[in-house]
Every structure is written in structure tokens, then in C-alpha cells.
């Protein structure tokens, strides 16, 4: 799954689309993996994921994750209706 990351938000949630990536705001700053510590944590929670794992983009706000341990249909699902 592609997620746009925005950082030092005034708090995390996840909001919807950006160019097709999931956008998610984090309230944690983009220091020592603070920021991608946290965003790991809202997509588990949310989704049901047994496990997050950030493929590609930890210097970037555009980061490649996968889920596991749970269906892509159910964790798109799931993860919309946290941004809705």
C-alpha cells in the first residue's frame, strides 16, 4: 500500500486520498522514526494487521508499507472508513 505521510500534524488520523495514496497525519515529528514508528502503529490498529512493514520511503513522506495478516480488500475497507 502506497500512504503520504504528513508529519508534525496536530494530531494522527487518517484523512482520505492524496494522488492515490492513502494520507495519513501524524502528530509525531519525522525524527530518529518517530513519525514511521507512529504510522505503523495507526495502519496495525486500524486495519487489523497482524504486522506493518515499511517497504520503501522512510526519508519520504510518499512510504510503501505492507500489511499482513489481514485481506487488502478488508484493510482498504477499514482504512477508508478511518478517513471518512
Known sequence: MTVWAVP???RTEIVGLHDGALR???AAPPEAGKANRELETI????SGAAAVELLSGS????KTLVLRGVDPVD???LLNAGGA
Open 59 to 62: 526519508t519520504s513522506r510518499k
Open 8 to 10: 508534525r500534524a496536530s
Open 24 to 26: 495519513v497525519c501524524l
Open 43 to 46: 495502519l496495525k490498529t486500524t
Open 75 to 77: 484493510a482498504r475497507r
